[in-house]
């Protein structure tokens, strides 16, 4: 069984964290897995968004701790190497997609799991779902970018409480603190996070790549560097087909038609 699910449909590619009987914990061959397919899924012209979920009842619960129990047991160095070699660069490659990536969190997320969540860009979440990052009860640090996207989202002091106290958020205070983007019933999850995605494959791709950019390059700079970020992704934008037929439609009165280029 595969521990990873590819899906296209419309544009819209749906990666399925799939090992539901272990809540989509993450093992060395899903994040490799995982890590391969935003790679693919970053340079293939055909893929205009992209949907992250898991099967089963959970989202993801984080790093396998059977595994990372086993390895370090054995004195594999694996276990220590894991942050650098899987999650940095999963989490880069998440916020670096040049496509909006949108999370379907269907259950728990937690640990590195709700770190993948903050990475995206948006966030649809079941009402039965949990946030929760545990790292100080298995004696660890955060991770996965979770201590620099987290405070982003919700602020200092919420983050702190989180990752100290390991303290689980529910999906309707999560919506209040700016946490997700929307909730909605279990059951229409995944249906509500493709409609999404499906409505995104369709609009301005390279503009939407260069929203992601300035914003990113924004969140920790200054704003000197920001405006410069701005100004050249500004001027690269004013360069695609989508914008000028995007005027052309305003003019005309008429609905653009994007082709993500």
């Not at 093992?27 to 899924?41: D, I, M, Q, Y």
Request: proline share 4%; net charge negative.
């Amino acid at each position: 069984m595969s521990t990873l699910l590819i899906e296209d449909v419309d544009g819209v590619r749906t990666l399925t964290l799939n090992r539901p009987d272990a809540f989509n914990s993450l093992t060395v061959e899903l994040k490799e897995a995982l890590l391969a397919a935003l790679e693919a899924a970053a340079g293939d012209d055909s893929v205009r968004a992209i949907v992250l979920t898991g099967a089963g009842k959970a989202f993801c619960a984080g790093q396998d701790l059977k595994e990372h129990m086993a390895l370090l047991a054995a004195n594999d160095p694996a276990p220590l190497a894991t942050v650098e070699k899987h999650y940095n660069p999963i989490v880069t490659a998440i916020t670096s997609m040049p496509k909006p990536v949108i999370a379907a969190v269907n259950g728990m997320a937690a640990g590195a799991g709700a770190s993948f969540a903050y990475a995206c860009d948006l966030r649809i979440v079941a009402s039965s779902a949990k946030f929760l990052m545990a790292f100080a009860n298995v004696g660890l640090t955060a991770d996965s970018g979770a201590a620099w996207t987290l405070p982003r989202l919700i602020g200092y002091g919420r983050a702190m409480e989180m990752m100290l106290l390991a303290k689980p958020v529910d999906a309707e205070e999560a919506l209040r603190i700016g946490m997700v983007t929307q909730v909605v019933a279990p059951e229409d999850v995944l249906s509500t996070a493709r409609a999404l995605a499906s409505t995104m494959a369709a609009g301005p791709t390279t503009a939407y790549a260069k929203i992601k950019e300035a914003m990113l390059a924004s969140a920790a700079g200054s704003l000197s560097d920001g405006l410069a970020v701005e100004g050249r992704t500004q001027a690269e934008a004013g360069q695609t087909a989508d914008h000028r037929e995007a005027v052309d439609a305003f003019v005309a009165k008429r609905k653009p038609d994007f082709s993500g280029k």
